[in-house]
């Protein structure tokens, strides 16, 4: 029997955003760092700052060890693909898209500061679990993490057995992001929160968005100028790519990618983003929140050391890479926690340290918008 909680989520036309009891700084971000991390652009989570999140400055070059995953957090989905229809921003096959008119530009520049880290790095930290209409829901204490308008103040499925982005269970112990994604399929939500922190003593949570996954989201996703759980206003869990689509052969989404904050365009985005951030320092040449940058046709595909960079690789011809966060390492995938193939023997962290800025064309993004926090929430 559903719970009456879940009812009542069911019968939601859409969530509420959180009430005005908490408000939105405008210079704010989780720009807090991994327990391994060492950047200079990542801000303390002492002082948040919802400019912008850093999720991905761990240097670690393992994947995540093979751990079996309790039933109820195992994802059973086919890949990020799955999440919402066809048509949605991210599945746009973008490999004949026209090139910005500043890609002359960006590139040359990026190319001289490089990817974060010096190279390009793959981390494997972020869990996606998969609720059903039997998982419990819960409510959670909003953090100074939790923004309004921007989040959702909603109860949460919590799957038994499952964990948080680079820990082992719910307790946020490293002080990381924390970030904390539910497919709640029975419902069409996705819920991804940052900084999530459950123990004995209760349920905390920074910025809750839940996505409704049964459409194809308008260009500008939840609301012009408003954030999500990561700092360009975009879904985390679609844009990771998983060991399942790897060993599968085919990942046919675009990826979720991270330059330091001194490489983003200041205070600038382009759609799919909707939002930018304040600790953005980057000039004019650098890429703004939202850019969506395309592997060349012609790069060597057979110089790659295995069968799962060359698939990583298809996909950025085909759907590129869109720039999400601030924070070190350049791609993310999903953790294989939970999935069934795993990335050991698959995929390494640096088996892409190849591809160079110059190796990628910036597709045209259209209207820059200057990033002034003042969101607004669509229906």
Sequence with gaps: MRS?????????GSLTACDASVTRPDAASPDAPSPD???PDAASPDAPSRDAPSHDTSTVDAPAPDITAPDDARADAPGASGYFP?????????????LDSE?????PWLDGQGFGLGRMQIDFSIEVLEADAATPLRSFTRTGDFFMPDCDFAPMPVPAGGALEGETGYACLSDGDCHLLVMHRSTHRLYEMWRANITAAGFNGGCLAVWDTSRVPPPN?????????????LPIAPLLFSADEV???SIDHAIRFILPNARI???TYVHPATHATGATTGPAAAPPYGARLRLRADYPLASLPNEGARVVARALQRYGMILADGGNVALTAQSDRFTRAKWMGLLGSRDLQTL????????DGGTRFRFTGDCVRNP
């Design 4 to 12: 009456p909680g879940l009812l009542a989520l069911l019968t939601l």
């Design 37 to 39: 991390a060492a950047s």
């Design 86 to 98: 066809a048509g949605a921003p991210w599945m746009v096959d973008v490999s004949r898209a026209a």
């Design 103 to 107: 890609s002359a530009a960006v590139i």
């Design 221 to 233: 996703g939840r609301g012009e100028q408003c954030t999500s759980a990561d700092a360009a206003g």
């Design 247 to 249: 060993a599968a052969g």
């Design 265 to 267: 365009r200041a205070r």
């Design 356 to 363: 160079r800025p110059r190796d990628f064309a910036m597709v």
